[in-house]
């Protein structure tokens, strides 16, 4: 799979006249819990030629494909990915922090790392997994069977939040492992032997709904949604000029 992807993100450097700077995983292979079926999620980021960025108009700044049974590409553009960085998006924050790196130009994540504690901001961070929280809490977790994916997929998103409420200088961590030091303790024992059974279960697995972990989840979203406002936010200086120095240092670099 590995051999894959690198032909896939090859084939898409030519076909769209393009440089991949940076792809990863992003999904459950990266965060710690894939099932035996579970898919790639590569997501990567691009640069065009130089030329391309002297027009009137912008041209499209993401790019997405048809997802299979085992591949899910999709990409976004620098200029776009430095704009979603400075507005402090969660899910390029876990991009960079990923694990699994399948292509990289040398020293591209080492630029942009610097550059995070000015552009982090726990409010918009917290609010990113709320959002996913309230799918888990209203929608997926409510019947006598939960599917053990999206049980995860909550729980995950769950201890993020508790992270930056109780961190909220700090990013929190993609990986699951690192994110269960959050975990009540007597909570442990139940998580060890769901995550048995995702390792050997496929992605439509349901499991009887385990009452005291759903439990906890449902407190934390509440008590997430009371600190969304509360939480303190640090004063850092505009990270623009900064950004927009790191955007210029790579375009000479990717011109044909």
Not at 96 to 119: I, N, T, W
Not at 120 to 136: F, Q
Not at 165 to 187: C, I
Request: net charge negative; charged share 25%; glycine share 4%.
């Amino acid at each position: 799979m590995y051999a894959r992807i690198q032909t896939a993100l090859t084939q898409l450097e030519a076909r769209h006249n393009i440089r991949i700077l940076y792809a990863c995983e992003s999904g459950s292979r990266a965060w710690g819990f894939p099932s035996p079926d579970s898919d790639y999620d590569v997501r990567f980021i691009y640069a065009h030629p130089a030329d391309w960025y002297l027009t009137l108009d912008d041209g499209p700044d993401t790019l997405n494909f048809p997802v299979d049974e085992e591949l899910d590409l999709a990409g976004w553009e620098l200029r776009k990915t430095l704009k979603l960085l400075r507005g402090a998006n969660a899910a390029l924050f876990e991009w960079l922090q990923s694990p699994v790196v399948y292509q990289e130009a040398p020293g591209f994540r080492a630029a942009l790392q610097p550059l995070l504690p000015a552009c982090w901001n726990p409010r918009a961070g917290l609010h990113h997994y709320l959002g996913l929280m309230r799918r888990g809490v209203t929608d997926d977790l409510t019947g006598e069977e939960v599917r053990l994916k999206r049980l995860f997929y909550a729980l995950r998103s769950t201890l993020a939040a508790r992270w930056i409420q109780q961190r909220p200088a700090e990013m929190p961590p993609m990986e699951f492992s690192t994110l269960r030091s959050l975990l009540p303790p007597e909570l442990n024992g139940s998580v060890d032997e769901l995550l048995a059974r995702k390792a050997t279960a496929d992605e439509k697995t349901t499991v009887p709904r385990p009452a005291a972990l759903v439990e906890f989840l449902q407190a934390e979203y509440v008590a997430a949604v009371a600190a969304r406002e509360t939480l303190p936010v640090a004063r850092h200086a505009d990270p623009t000029p900064e950004l927009t120095a790191l955007f210029r240092e790579w375009l000479p670099d990717i011109v044909r």
